[in-house]
């Protein structure tokens, strides 16, 4: 049974304490929180200080992936701010280990996002020191976009490293995850669901985020 993340990317912000009682009452396991700088891409997200309301209205894990770049600026203030995992982008940091060190040492879940360019191979120095990899299943920077065809291949090479070598390590798909695709993504080997307009633009959302839960 996977976990599902609803993209608060998604939500409605102009509401944002009725979508986190929405979650917090439905099957959803993490609460997926994007962060974007304008810079690592093309868009402006929202920050520290909206992560620190939505940590005071929930429980759930807080799941938060930075599209950013000098990662290591933030990561203290994250860590303060409530987050339970922290993913840094691979293209991102020219010093990836020292990246999740300092991510470990702040007493948070270490992960690593993939942009749908760079090869999961990439990850294979690093697999054993990280928790989390969150394959972008689209070009990151903007929601509601088509889930990349060719990730299936990615998801199946990446549960191949992790069994081969015996790790403890999550994959999580992000970007363009829908009902009618997310059994092939999980047979494939992924273990995490980042849903965004699936969900928030759902007529039912709860319902929604349970038909993905159940998804077998």
Avoid at 6 to 34: I, K, Q, T, V, Y
Avoid at 146 to 164: A, G, N, S
Avoid at 198 to 215: C, E, G, H, Q, Y
């Amino acid at each position: 049974m996977p976990l599902i993340a609803p993209s608060f990317l998604s939500a409605n912000f102009l509401n944002l304490e009725a979508d986190c009682r929405m979650l917090n009452e439905s099957a959803a396991d993490w609460f997926h929180l994007d962060v974007m700088d304008g810079r690592f891409v093309p868009n402006i997200s929202f920050g520290i200080p909206v992560i620190e309301h939505i940590r005071k209205a929930t429980t759930k894990v807080c799941d938060v992936h930075l599209m950013i770049l000098e990662p290591e600026r933030y990561a203290e203030a994250f860590a303060k701010a409530g987050a339970d995992i922290l993913s840094v982008h691979i293209e991102a940091c020219t010093h990836l280990h020292r990246n999740i060190q300092q991510i470990k040492s702040l007493g948070m879940k270490a992960g690593v996002a993939v942009n749908p360019h760079t090869p999961v191979a990439a990850l294979y120095d690093i697999l054993g020191d990280i928790d989390l990899v969150c394959l972008m299943s689209v070009n990151p920077g903007f929601g509601g976009q088509t889930f990349i065809p060719r990730t299936l291949d990615k998801i199946r090479e990446l549960r191949r490293m992790i069994d081969d070598n015996k790790l403890n390590v999550q994959i999580e798909i992000d970007g363009g995850v829908t009902l009618q695709n997310a059994k092939s993504i999980i047979d494939a080997g992924a273990d995490v669901l980042v849903a965004g307009n699936t969900v928030f633009r759902s007529a039912d959302p709860v319902a929604t985020i349970a038909a993905l839960k159940n998804i077998a």
